[in-house]
């Protein structure tokens, strides 16, 4: 039986995203949340955060859909905008919340991880819609697959911590598996685009290895 690649691997995100919302976010519909208590003085940047980073998030996975893309190119190219939007208010807020958490004690290394996520984001993305917009549809997909990757680092890195419990260790293995994901992300994003290849290329490596070589002779056995 074939495995639709992608439709796993949507499957695991859509997993992941569930369980991240409800273990790390849904302090965000419950007023009386004690979270709140941490996130009260800047609850007014976090909502636009929240809600934008709900956009891209939700928008997103149906951008790699080739059925919708085909059918509805009006609504592929409006969803696609308001992904973009999305991004240029979630990255900058994220990383100014970081930032103003410092007051609270919150570490400056982890602001510096948030400004280069933001960076990391925004930049696949601008590339993504410019080449859109340039109408290179190829290398817009590597890109925005690439800027999927990397917003998609808000979701692995707090599912990794949450499953294993890492989240209870303390901010440097925090910091270290966020970055962790930082890092992968991108190199990922490059196998996803060019999976069939690896996966064709290692498939010949492997017809190679195990047929005969046409051009040495078999040898008999010697007759006794």
């Not at 992904?83 to 570490?107: C, D, M, S, W």
Request: aromatic share 14%.
């Amino acid at each position: 039986m074939k495995v639709d690649a992608k439709r796993v691997v949507f499957t695991a995100i859509t997993i992941a995203t569930i369980y991240v919302l409800w273990h790390n976010e849904r302090f965000v519909v419950q007023a009386d949340h004690p979270a709140w208590q941490r996130y009260e003085s800047f609850k007014w940047w976090l909502l636009p955060h929240a809600v934008f980073g709900s956009i891209v998030l939700l928008f997103a996975p149906f951008q790699f859909s080739n059925w919708l893309r085909q059918r509805f190119t009006k609504t592929h190219r409006m969803m696609g905008r308001m992904y973009v939007l999305g991004v240029y208010v979630l990255a900058p807020t994220g990383a100014y919340i970081q930032y103003y958490q410092e007051r609270g004690g919150g570490p400056r290394s982890f602001t510096i991880l948030a400004i280069v996520d933001a960076a990391l984001l925004i930049g696949t993305t601008t590339l993504a819609g410019f080449f859109a917009f340039k109408r290179k549809i190829a290398q817009h997909r590597q890109w925005a697959t690439r800027s999927y990757a990397v917003a998609l680092v808000f979701i692995g890195g707090r599912f990794f911590l949450g499953v294993t419990g890492a989240e209870t260790l303390g901010v440097e293995i925090v910091q270290a598996v966020i970055w962790t994901c930082l890092v992968a992300a991108v190199p990922l994003a490059d196998v996803a685009l060019h999976w069939y290849d690896i996966r064709a290329a290692l498939s010949k490596s492997s017809k190679r290895v195990t047929a005969p070589n046409p051009s040495v002779p078999e040898r008999l056995p010697r007759a006794a």
